[in-house]
């Protein structure tokens, strides 16, 4: 694994890695010093404080509770002792919070108010041990501040987090082969890091003629070009960083006679060329910022994200995964105070997608952003869910682990080869809540189903939050794209919107996300709902503090003022991929401008719901296929309506194999079913008819009534007679066309 960039600071903040590893140096510092006292004045120490430690020791030991905490098991006791001494050291080693929970009061750490002893003990995973030990108050706290939605609090909630915590304050401390590796790497980041700033120095003394001059950078491009070679990258980096700074003063630094547009001009042609972007790309992610945070951003492109894992609740606990790696030689943090599932990797001696832990469901790879739609979706359990466009699952899998595998999670995507890898994940993640299928979202919802209480729409993009990832978006996207694919996505988001039950008791609560930064795919989006459906309205993601507000304006467009409740990420600011969550709240039915196809939908609940077909909204759809980040076309493996009868087969096959696998003979239960079956579909009025009359003896005296009439009326009318006895044979019994037989034989 590539470390060495994973742990490149990429522009300020960088949330995700800094403060955990100086922390762990600091820890392993302090350790060194402590065993350079020598262990035999701690040995001695601890054999003073054994008294002490033993209460504690056989108090946990019994499970008695400490502080309200709930019972412990007894292999937690040892643990719990030998964590003793690091616990003390926890007010040094706070580590910054990208996200501020509300119950968590971080000074009282340094104002020397005395922690009590739960707090004492807590480490980086002490932000589980409040809900797995049953503190229903800081779960509660947690959930309004961070995770839960902001108006839902009529409802009683159901603690989200419970399923990923961890009992042990013992087991919260990282191994001493983690701590090694953590601080090894660290050494390696600090050494990268001088070698950078000594790059920086020469190029800084490379630049002379800028201090106090008027450098001359156009005169530069134009000898260049003259000279006809191809640009040399260090010049071309050290021209970026001189145009910023002639921008940042032009009044003294800039060139009589050029303006600031001539500037940011050349900074974006030079930025294409160094990056290598598309021009047209580059000019649109540059409007999203000043020109230093645009470099920044380009240059933040360049370098991987940190590798993040999100621990399976329904299959184990952060820590025991934790340990569980860190035993198999991977070095490992968790992510951050906003999340109690993500592991961060920083180094790994075996193949993360094969360990036993990976392949028995016990995690996932998944990017730290990715985690933030699912947490501001915030299902319940017992909820009716859909994941309008969910391969490969992800965010799928994460719903279903926070509803803890009740309620329903109808998980579709356009792609059927998607759609299967998405299976392959719901199975290896143990998820039982979750149905998939395979349908052009614009199309199916809610005409074949809507009603959900929940929608999540993690719309198919341009990907311009994960170049790092996949670099060719640079190059590879037209300005179409980013015409068509919008368009898509506000078809795609009226969808959810309108397949989303109003009168949810729990939720009414639908989120839009994509891994895009541009403003076209997001705010544009979401301010074009608005205005299609007044019946929604933008609320809190619940994320807290982390990340940046939505755009209120862009380009001389003014949004919903409520724009600034969406939440934007960046590469640079938070060292995730970039992401934009938007939660809406839908306050009341659809209007119905499905009449024009007169569709009516089935609600998730069974009931008829507010149908409003996107497709009879008043503009057109747009069906080209539209290409995924991946490079495949949606819908491109041979997607469309079910087939029946290849159902049916599908269907027959099973039933066969399941029936073997009980040991039972296919052929001798369904061939008598299917005698069976035959049997009843010749006699089916009869039978019905029978039973139909059954309960009711006043229609039973009716039948007989007209019976005795018709019979009348026959002998009376011989000549129409045969033709009533075929009329009668084809409704009757088999007995009844028996007797009409020994009849007409009679005859
Ligand atoms: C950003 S990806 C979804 C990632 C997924 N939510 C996850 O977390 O793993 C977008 C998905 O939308 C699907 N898609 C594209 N057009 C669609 C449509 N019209 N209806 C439903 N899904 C669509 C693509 O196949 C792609 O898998």
């Keep these: 694994m590539g470390v060495g960039r994973r742990m490149k600071k990429q522009g300020p903040p960088p949330p995700l890695d800094e403060a955990t590893i100086s922390m762990i140096k600091k820890?392993?510092?302090a350790e060194a010093d402590a065993k350079a006292e020598g262990g035999k004045k701690r040995r001695k120490a601890e054999s003073e404080a054994e008294p002490e430690t033993k209460k504690l020791k056989t108090k946990k030991a019994n499970g008695v509770e400490v502080n309200g905490k709930g019972k412990k098991p007894n292999g937690a006791a040892v643990l719990a002792n030998g964590s003793k001494a690091e616990k003390k050291k926890k007010p040094a080693q706070k580590p910054v919070e990208p996200v501020p929970e509300p119950e968590e009061d971080d000074d009282s750490w340094g104002s020397g108010s005395a922690?009590?002893?739960?707090?004492?003990?807590e480490d980086e995973f002490g932000d589980?041990?409040?809900?797995?030990?049953g503190d229903e108050n800081d779960v509660e706290k947690f959930d309004e501040g961070s995770v839960f939605d902001s108006d839902e609090d009529d409802h009683p909630r159901e603690k989200m987090f419970s399923d990923d915590e961890d009992e042990s304050d013992a087991e919260e401390k990282l191994t001493a082969a983690n701590i090694a590796g953590l601080s090894r790497k660290l050494d390696e980041q600090r050494e990268l890091e001088e070698e950078e700033a000594r790059q920086e120095i020469q190029e800084s003394a490379m630049q002379t003629n800028i201090a106090g001059d008027r450098p001359d950078i156009f005169g530069e491009i134009d000898a260049a070009a003259q000279a006809g070679v191809a640009p040399n990258m260090q010049l071309l980096r050290n021209r970026i960083t001189d145009t910023l700074r002639v921008i940042g003063d032009l009044e003294s630094l800039g060139q009589p006679g050029k303006s600031r547009a001539d500037y940011l001009q050349l900074l974006l042609a030079d930025f294409c060329t160094y990056y290598g972007y598309a021009p047209f790309l580059a000019e649109k992610l540059m409007s999203l910022f000043t020109p230093t945070e645009a470099f920044a951003f380009f240059e933040a492109n360049e370098a991987p994200r940190p590798v993040v894992l999100r621990t399976n609740t329904l299959r184990t606990n952060r820590r025991t995964l934790a340990q569980a790696l860190i035993n198999r030689g991977v070095v490992l943090e968790p992510v951050g105070k906003w999340s109690k599932v993500g592991l961060q990797i920083f180094e790994s001696a075996v193949p993360l997608g094969a360990t036993p832990e990976y392949l028995a469901g016990h995690y996932i790879l998944q990017a730290a952003s990715s985690f933030l739609p699912v947490m501001a979706l915030a299902p319940q359990p017992g909820e009716r869910v859909l994941d309008m466009a969910s391969a490969p699952g992800g965010k799928t899998t994460y719903i279903s682990a926070l509803m803890r595998n009740t309620g329903s999670v109808l998980a579709n995507d356009a792609s059927k080869v998607r759609a299967k890898g998405l299976i392959g994940n719901v199975h290896r993640l143990g998820c039982k809540n979750v149905v998939v299928c395979h349908y052009d979202a614009r199309e199916a919802f809610p005409k074949i189903l809507g009603g959900f209480d929940r929608v999540l729409l993690d719309a198919p993009c341009t990907?311009?939050?994960?170049?790092?990832?996949d670099?060719?978006?640079k190059t590879n996207k037209t300005e179409r794209d980013f015409l068509a694919i919008p368009h898509m996505q506000k078809q795609l988001l009226l969808a959810a919107i309108d397949s989303t039950d109003h009168h949810s008791k729990t939720g009414g609560y639908i989120v839009y996300s994509t891994c895009s930064v541009t403003v076209e795919e997001n705010e544009q989006v979401v301010q074009y709902v608005l205005r299609k459906r007044p019946n929604v309205k933008i609320v809190d993601t619940g994320l807290g503090g982390f990340g940046s507000e939505g755009f209120t304006s862009y380009m001389g467009k003014k949004f919903d003022e409520k724009m600034r409740l969406t939440r934007r990420y960046f590469p640079h600011r938070e060292n995730v991929?970039?992401?934009f969550v938007c939660k809406l709240k839908k306050t009341g039915p659809s209007p119905a401008t499905g009449a024009a196809t007169g569709s009516t939908s089935?609600?998730?609940n069974g009931s008829k719901s507010d149908v409003s077909n996107v497709s009879g909204d008043d503009e057109d759809v747009d069906k080209t296929p539209i290409t995924d980040n991946d490079g495949t076309t949606a819908g491109e493996a041979g997607f469309g309506p079910f087939n029946d009868d290849q159902d049916a087969e599908l269907i027959a096959r099973a039933e066969r194999n399941r029936l073997r696998r009980k040991g039972v003979n296919p052929k001798a239960v369904l061939g008598k079913q299917a005698k069976k079956t035959e049997k009843e579909t010749v006699e089916p009025t009869a039978s019905a008819s029978e039973k139909e009359d059954e309960?009711?003896?006043?229609?039973?005296?009716v039948a007989k009534e007209s019976k005795k009439n018709k019979k009348e009326k026959e002998k009376k009318k011989p000549e129409s007679h045969s033709e009533s006895a075929k009329t009668s044979s084809s409704t009757s019994s088999p007995a009844s066309k028996k007797a009409s037989k020994g009849k007409k034989g009679q005859k």
């Design 128 to 133: 589980l041990d409040n809900v797995s030990e």
């Design 463 to 469: 990907g311009t939050g994960v170049i790092s990832k």
């Design 695 to 701: 309960p009711n003896k006043d229609t039973k005296n």
């Design 577 to 579: 991929d970039g992401f």
């Design 602 to 604: 089935t609600a998730a």
């Design 27 to 29: 820890r392993k510092a």
């Design 471 to 473: 670099p060719s978006v």
């Design 115 to 121: 922690p009590d002893l739960d707090e004492m003990m």
